[in-house]
């Protein structure tokens, strides 16, 4: 990992469902109501939810169609982890499991994080494999408000496809010099550094990297340290 002098960038952005929010602590209370299953058996499902969820997003940037809709991946992975597990849910039920992504918890310490930053007069962007609408929608839920919310709907690929690492250019007109971005995944992280894109990595699974020519600037276990890397 490169170390940095402190830096003052004019955009700072943030991945959603790994640098923002608690996916797990989110959705397994919520799984294990519906379904009466332990709390154990809940976050194993949504675990292996998140992955298949994943894996059908990065399918849609190989395959030769249109951008899945992040909803749509977000269905499809339910219904194949439900055939998975042998696991019968009522449509009703998964409606609000799917709806239940667009209210998911913050990170403990990332609202005064951010509220810090706005404070110091940063002008601060989602920037996101989520659809348009569902991260507005997340945005109202917070007690401070992002300036710009850019998602994946627009470049019509998931990360870590280059063309969404370019959104705070293309339709900010801020530079990747002038840009910051925050990312929670090692996929992120490898993405917006092979992009040219400046990285935070707030790494809380202590994960590694595949190939460590895609080391991000600045690596930490949570969001805390940003604000002291920042003038």
Known sequence: MKILNKIKPKLITFDVYSALVDINRGLTPIFSNLTN???EKSLAFIIDWRTVQLHTAQLSNSLNTR???FYNCTKLS????CKKHNL???EDKKLKLIFAWNSLPLWPEASEVISNLIIKGYKVAILSNGDQNMLEE????YDFNFDYILSSETNEYYKPHPSIYDLPKNILGFSKKETLHIAGSAVDVMGCVSSGLPCYWSNRKNDILIDTKFSPEYEFSDLTRLNNLLK
């Open 78 to 81: 339910l219904d194949y982890v």
């Open 37 to 39: 299953l332990s709390e």
């Open 67 to 69: 951008r899945v809709t």
């Open 138 to 141: 997340m945005n109202k839920g």
């Open 88 to 90: 019968e849910i009522e």
